[in-house]
C-alpha cells in the first residue's frame, strides 16, 4: 500500500476550475461520481501511470480502451516522431489512409469502404446521417444505457458519462430528435420485435453496442443480436454496430467476428488511432458510395485522415495478432475470477464480466444484462473499494458505469498484485 499524495493534483484542479467547466475537458475525468480530486497525470509507459504527485498506478483505463499496446508503446512513439517531422496534417490525401483502410478490411471483413473522422461522436453521427439519407427514413432505435458519442439524437437514454451524472436527455437537445430515436432496453428482444412491428417500415437504422462498454461490460446475447439483423433486414432498415469501444477490443475482428454477425455499418475510434484522436465508420461499399463526393449524403472534416492519427492505428494494428488476444484473455479471465474470489471471500456482493480484453467488476449480485441491473449496483461501496485501490496503487474506471481494459504489456504479476489490491479493499471497506 502506498502513501496517496494528491496535493500538487489538488492545486491543479483549483487551477484547471478557473478555464475550464468543471475543471476537465470530459465530465467523468471530474471524479463528481468517486468524490474527491481527480489525479493530474504527469507521464505513462506500457501498464503504469504516473500522477504529478509522482503516484505510480497499474492502469485499467488505458485512455478509456485506445491503448491495447500500453503507454508510449516504443514502435508507436517511434513511428509517430517519423510522420511528425514529415508534416502532421496537409488537408489532402495520403497513402497512409488507404494502408489502414486495408487493414482495417483485412482485420474486419464486413468494412468494405470506410471514412475516416476524428473521433468517436463524429463516426456515431455520421453513421447516422447516412443510414438516415440511404434509407429516406427518420427514425433511429438505439437501447437504454449504449453511449453512442454527445451527438443531439444519441444523447437519449445513453450511458457512460450520461449515467454518472443522473441525465436522461440534456438540455439543448430539441424535442423533435428525440421523437425521431426509439429507446429499447438492452437485451430485451421481445421489446426489439413489438417495436418493428409498430416502426419497421419508419426506421432508418438501428445502432447497437453489440458489446455494451458504456454501462460496464455488459454482452448483447447472441439471441438479441441476431434479433436485430433479422428485424433490419426484414424491414429495409441499415444495422450499425457501434464498437467504437469493442472494435479490436472484445475480439481482434470486433464484437462482430466474436458473435458470427454481420452488420451493414460499423463505427470504430479508440483503438484504431493508437491513442491519438479519430474515428471511422464504413461498411458495404453501395451504402458508403452514397456519401459525397460519389453520393449526395454530405460528411468532412479538416483533419479527417490525418498522418499522426493514420500513423498511430498503423502502427498499433500491426503489432497485434490473434496470438496477442489468447494471451489478454487469459490474464483478463484469471483477473477477473480472481476479483469475484476476493469478493465471495469478503462478503462483497460482485459480478464480474469480461469479453476479450474489457473487464467490469459490478457491486451487485446480479444478473446483470441491462442498463437497469447496472443502476441498481452499490454505487457507495464501488466509490469506497475506487479509493482503496487506488492507494494499493491500482487504476480502474471512477465510475461504475464505465469499462476497463487490459493491454500486452500488463504481467501475470500485475495480475497478481491487483487482485490482492482488490481483496485489501474489500476488507478495508467492510470493516
Partial sequence: MQQLHTKKSAAAFEAAQKRMPGGVNSPVRAFKNVGGTPLFIDHGKNQHIIDIDGNTFIDYVLSWGPLILGH??????ADLKKAAERGTSYGAPTPLETELAELVHQIIPSIEMIRMVSSGTEA?????????????????????????????????????????????????VPDALAYDTLTVPYNDTAAVKELFAHHGDEIAGVIVEPVAGNMGV????????????????????????DEVMSGFRADFHGAQGLRGITPDLTTLGKVIGGGLPVGAFGGKREIMEAITPVGNIYHAGTLSGNPLAMT????????????????????VAALT????????????????????????????????????????????LFEKCFWQLLAHGVYVAPSQFETCFISTKHTDEDIEKTIEAYGAAFAAATR
Fill in 72 to 77: 508510449a508503446d516504443d514502435q508507436v512513439v
Fill in 124 to 172: 456515431t453521427m455520421s453513421a447516422i446521417r447516412l443510414a438516415r439519407g440511404y434509407t429516406h427514413r427518420d427514425k433511429i432505435v438505439k437501447f437504454i444505457g449504449n453511449y453512442h458519442g454527445h451527438s443531439d439524437s444519441l444523447l437519449v437514454d445513453a450511458g457512460s458519462g450520461m449515467a454518472t451524472f443522473g441525465i436522461t436527455t440534456s438540455p439543448g
Fill in 218 to 241: 455488459v454482452p448483447g446475447t447472441q439471441t438479441f443480436l441476431q434479433t436485430l439483423r433479422d428485424e433490419t433486414t426484414a424491414h429495409g432498415a441499415l444495422l450499425i454496430f
Fill in 312 to 331: 498511430g492505428g498503423i502502427s498499433t494494428l500491426k503489432q497485434l495478432s490473434d496470438a496477442d488476444y489468447v494471451a489478454m484473455e487469459k490474464r
Fill in 337 to 380: 475470477a480472481g476479483i469475484k474470489h476476493q469478493a465471495d471471500k469478503h462478503g462483497i456482493p460482485m459480478t464480474v464480466h469480461h469479453v476479450g480484453t474489457m473487464w467490469s467488476a459490478f457491486y451487485s449480485e446480479g444478473p446483470i444484462n441491462n442498463f437497469a441491473d447496472v443502476q441498481a449496483c452499490d454505487q457507495e
